[in-house]
Structures are given as structure tokens and as C-alpha cells.
């Protein structure tokens, strides 16, 4: 990697508001921000909206659309296409 054109690479906590959850990893990402981490260490906290611990998919209450009754009131209402 050629010196001084990459970001600095280092330890960043990612805080879920909504699930209460945060991780700490490692990435590019600034923040003004800090926290004092479980270790005793401070680091720069990003907030953010989903994580895997309030997204849907990820805590199993993903509801799935019923797309084929969708269509199928649709033609009933509508008729079936190509129909004169």
C-alpha cells in the first residue's frame, strides 16, 4: 500500500440506539464523539439507526408479504388482464 493516501484504520464503537446493543470494531469511520469501552479504553462512538440487533431479518420478526393474494384481489377487482 503506498504511505499517506489511506484513511486511518483503527478501533470505532458502533452504537444501535434503537436495540441498545453496541460492538466495538475496527474501520475508517470518524466521529467527534468518544465513549469509555468496557475495557477501560476510550473510543470514538458512531450512532446508528439498524444493526443486526434491531433490524428485522435479523431478530426473526420479518413479515413476509402475501404478494400472490395481492394479485390475485388485484384481477378481482380489476379484471384479469388481456380480458375484454
Known amino acids: 500500500m503506498k504511505p499517506g ?3 486511518a484504520y483503527r ?3 458502533f452504537r444501535d440506539r434503537a436495540a441498545g446493543y453496541a ?3 475496527r474501520s475508517t469511520a470518524t466521529s467527534d464523539r468518544t465513549i469509555e469501552w468496557e475495557d477501560g479504553n476510550t473510543y ?3 450512532d446508528v ?3 443486526s ?3 428485522p431479518f435479523y431478530t426473526g420478526t420479518a413479515r413476509v ?3 400472490a393474494g395481492r394479485v390475485e384481489r388485484f384481477e378481482r377487482r ?3 388482464r388481456g380480458e375484454s
Do not use: M, N
Open 5 to 7: 493516501i489511506h484513511p
Open 11 to 13: 478501533p470505532v464503537v
Open 23 to 25: 460492538f466495538l470494531t
Open 44 to 46: 470514538p462512538v458512531i
Open 49 to 51: 439507526e439498524t444493526s
Open 53 to 55: 440487533a434491531s433490524h
Open 65 to 67: 408479504l402475501d404478494t
Open 78 to 80: 380489476y379484471g384479469k
